[in-house]
């Protein structure tokens, strides 16, 4: 079992930024890819960002040029650094961890784009 603990939601104003963290209970050795996604009320869940163990990274058209993804491999953590956020940005985002073909989900934290 891989446990994933967020954190780094909260509100921000648009064109402001966030930076989420994502740590996982097992080395990043054994994990394929770490990535995130959001789902927003009424809304299917849907990828923002990935980066596999090979460190390729995708991302979701809508946030390409204004999100990144990183990692630091010793403490098996994944960033998303959010920048010009936009009020569609707001939704609850979700780390996620692909290891042995097993999909795991972290509890999801809030990001709310308001002014």
């Known amino acids: 079992q891989v446990q994933l603990v967020e954190s780094g939601g909260g509100l921000v104003q648009p064109g402001g930024s966030l930076r989420l963290s994502c740590k996982a209970s097992?080395?990043?050795?054994?994990?394929?890819?770490m990535g995130w996604y959001r789902q927003a009320p009424g809304n299917q869940r849907e990828l923002v960002a990935v980066?596999?163990?090979?460190?390729?990274?995708n991302y979701a058209d809508s946030v390409k040029g204004r999100f990144t993804i990183s990692r630091e491999f010793a403490i098996s953590t994944v960033y998303l650094q959010m920048n010009s956020l936009k009020p569609e940005d707001t939704a609850v985002y979700f780390c996620?961890?692909?290891?042995?073909?097993?999909?795991?989900w972290g509890q999801g934290t809030q990001v709310t784009v308001s002014s």
């Open positions: 097992v080395s990043m050795n054994s994990i394929y890819s």
């Open positions: 980066i596999t163990n090979g460190g390729s990274r």
């Open positions: 996620h961890a692909r290891v042995d073909l097993l999909n795991f």
